[in-house]
């Protein structure tokens, strides 16, 4: 019965409040800083262990925002109900960091039910691993709601295959998702930290080794760490030279032909994207003022907040008719 009206009373709030909802209002049990510093404390200490995590969240954060806009799609399990959740989609391999969103989420919970989504948990997530991984900080909206759709063939068309070329890679991320071209390019700089499986690029290491690699890095790094017909699908670092700093690195690798994907290679194919490869490459600093300006304008596409569209879920992993 608490609940009942609980629940109904944020109805209410979110019915009321304007689509950039900044703060959580509820009686005071959460503050959007309490919810933030709740959040960063789970970030901090994941991240203390491992800074690979750091890398998952940020990806999990793009891959969240892409497909049906962040809305904490990408979060939900396989279920009965649900056999082919966003976690299935091809595009999806290698996902991580959930776990660092489900303790947050417990400790929400605990300490103010019902009022932080997982789309919010997320969205700070991935900003406290940027601010952990070189100090970057930027702001989020908080307040939007939790989707109650996750479709597998909705990731595979909405998410990029290592394989796109630049033209590609412009109709989705500006005629689809209304990002510019330099959101593009320095969003792909993400790639300067984390991990590939072999399986993502070994058609550019055989049968043949593809021209837009270079060909030494191929046949004596790659190759090596990816055998052709090896059993198991192994990792390589994304930045061979930084591969644990979020830093510009990646843009110097692009024009090195040093990096792992198509996509990568393919921002030199105009003269715009390849001139911001170059700024980024050279110009100290340029990089991470752009990356803290395109990293939240990714964190608040297309954002749910009316209420007959998303709810707050006690589970990040399932929706609440189901949980
Ligand atoms: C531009 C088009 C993009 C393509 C084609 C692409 C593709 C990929 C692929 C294939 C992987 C490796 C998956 C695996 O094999 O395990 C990967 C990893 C990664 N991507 Fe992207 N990506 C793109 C853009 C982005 C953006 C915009 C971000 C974030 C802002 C991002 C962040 C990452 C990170 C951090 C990893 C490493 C994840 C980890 O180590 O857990 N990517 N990407
Ligand atoms: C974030 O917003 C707060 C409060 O509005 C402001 O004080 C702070 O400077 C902002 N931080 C950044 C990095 O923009
Ligand atoms: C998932 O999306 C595809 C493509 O938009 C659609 O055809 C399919 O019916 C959807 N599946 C479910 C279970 O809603
Ligand atoms: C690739 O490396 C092998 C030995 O590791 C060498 O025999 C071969 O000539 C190299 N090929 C190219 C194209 O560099």
Aim: proline fraction near 4%; hydrophobic fraction near 35%; include cysteine.
């Amino acid at each position: 019965m608490k609940n009942k009206v609980l629940l109904f009373s944020f109805f209410l709030l979110y019915a009321t409040i304007p689509s950039n909802a900044q703060y959580y209002k509820h009686e005071g049990t959460c503050s959007k800083s309490d919810a933030e510093s709740i959040v960063k404390s789970v970030v901090v200490a994941a991240l203390e262990e491992d800074r690979g995590v750091g890398a998952g969240l940020i990806r999990l954060l793009f891959h969240d925002c892409f497909v049906r806009g962040c809305d904490g799609s990408v979060l939900l399990d396989k279920s009965d109900r649900n056999p082919y959740p966003e976690k299935q989609a091809k595009n999806n391999i290698g996902l991580q960091g959930f776990e660092v969103i489900d303790k947050a989420k417990f400790l929400l919970e605990k300490r103010c039910p019902g009022v932080v989504s997982c789309a919010d948990i997320l969205a700070f997530a991935a900003r406290d691993a940027v601010e952990f991984l070189n100090g970057i900080g930027y702001n989020v909206t908080a307040g939007r709601l939790d989707g109650k759709v996750s479709n597998a063939s909705e990731a595979d068309q909405n998410l990029p295959p290592p394989t796109y070329n630049r033209q590609q890679l412009e109709d989705l991320f500006v005629t689809k998702k209304g990002l510019t071209v330099e959101d593009l390019v320095v969003l792909s700089g993400a790639h300067t930290i984390g991990q590939s499986h072999c399986s993502s690029f070994t058609n550019r290491l055989y049968p043949n080794i593809d021209s837009t690699l270079d060909q030494d890095f191929a046949n004596n790094t790659l190759r090596k760490q990816c055998p052709e017909n090896a059993c198991v699908d192994g990792v390589v670092n994304l930045d061979h030279v930084t591969p644990d700093a979020l830093d510009s690195q990646y843009y110097t690798n692009v024009l090195d032909l040093k990096t792992v994907f198509f996509s990568d290679w393919s921002l030199l194919t105009s003269q715009e994207t390849r001139d911001l490869v170059v700024q980024y490459a050279t110009k100290p600093g340029d990089w991470e003022a752009d990356f803290a300006v395109s990293m939240p304008k990714l964190s608040n596409l297309n954002l749910i907040t009316n209420p007959e569209e998303g709810e707050i879920r006690k589970s990040c992993r399932a929706v609440n008719s189901y949980y």
